[in-house]
């Protein structure tokens, strides 16, 4: 569930800037690794190593 107070205090769409790993070889993503998100100040983390196993955190 995202944090309500942070979500309803946002007044532009999309992130300002955004990271993830990516394989330039092979011109694919490697979904391993951490994908960021920056908006506006605020750092959302989506890290996930299997199906089941996902985690979402702000600002670390």
Do not use: Y
């Amino acid at each position: 569930m995202l944090n309500g107070s942070r979500t309803s205090s946002r007044t532009s769409p999309g992130a300002s800037a955004k990271a993830l790993v990516w394989d330039v070889q092979d011109s694919e993503w490697i979904s391993d690794c951490p994908v960021l998100l920056d908006f506006t100040g605020e750092q959302v983390e989506i890290n996930h190593a299997k199906f089941d196993d996902l985690s979402i955190a702000w600002n670390t």
